[in-house]
């Protein structure tokens, strides 16, 4: 059964680096997202991705986090320069289309010293 | 802005006991709602989503529009049941909103 894939499970940098996460949808979904979570708190919405442009965004989702299709395959998200409050889980998720079922990746860790 | 509320964060009951999760929504629009579950050590799955008005691993979820709720409830818990449960929104637009989510654990 397909799956999504992130790269890489565990990332540690210094406060102020940048850092690219990546993803893997499933083949043939058409809608892609991106959430976090910081330890100990709940899920929340980063930014969706449609037909290579941003559709929706959360305030989390400031001028210092940009999105990318960058060859039909991997979908990535960048922070441009990371924070101590950017440590958390990072989840990529797909789906058919925007209201079907999202199929999440197992996350990246960020961790920003 | 939509928001979705999951009252209890910690859930405990005895195996073979009936449990419900409970989740309430506020959205002006027509949402689509979804249960997601995260088992140890495994990544967010899709448990059921009230389109589909389907039961999964014994669980049902039944969206009450009047009372903006989509609890989730199973008549007899089982162990493995055991995992964190999100209630989630998702706009027209793509935007999803996820409660905080419900820790169940099923005693033997």
């Known amino acids: 059964e397909p799956e999504v894939t992130q790269t890489p499970s565990h990332q540690v940098t210094q406060m102020g680096q940048e850092v690219i996460l990546r993803c893997v949808p499933i083949?043939?979904?058409?809608?892609f997202y991106w959430y976090r979570q910081i330890l100990g708190q709940k899920v929340e919405f980063l930014v969706s991705f449609y037909n290579n442009e941003i559709s929706e965004k959360s305030e989390i989702f400031d001028d210092q986090f940009s999105v990318e299709r960058p060859d039909g395959s991997n979908f990535t998200l960048k922070i441009r320069s990371t924070k101590l409050e950017d440590s958390a889980m990072y989840f990529c998720?797909?789906?058919?289309?925007?209201?079907?079922?999202?199929?999440f990746g197992p996350g990246t860790r960020l961790t920003v010293l | 802005a939509q928001r979705v509320t999951q009252p209890e964060k910690l859930l405990s009951v005895f195996k073979g006991a009936p449990v419900e999760l409970k989740c309430n929504y506020s959205?002006?629009?027509?949402?689509?709602l979804f249960w997601y579950v995260q088992y140890s050590r495994q990544r967010l799955q899709l448990l059921l989503r009230?389109?589909s008005r389907e039961s999964i691993k014994g669980f049902t979820a039944d969206l009450n529009k009047g009372e903006t709720s989509f609890h989730l409830k199973k008549p007899f818990a089982q162990e493995e049941d055991s995992a964190m449960y999100y209630c989630?929104?998702?706009?027209?637009?793509?935007?999803?909103?996820f409660g905080d989510g419900t820790t169940l654990t099923v005693k033997p």
């Open positions: 959205y002006s629009g027509s949402p689509e």
């Open positions: 998720a797909s789906s058919e289309d925007r209201v079907n079922e999202q199929f």
């Open positions: 009230h389109i």
């Open positions: 083949s043939n979904h058409l809608y």
């Open positions: 989630a929104l998702t706009t027209n637009a793509g935007k999803s909103t």
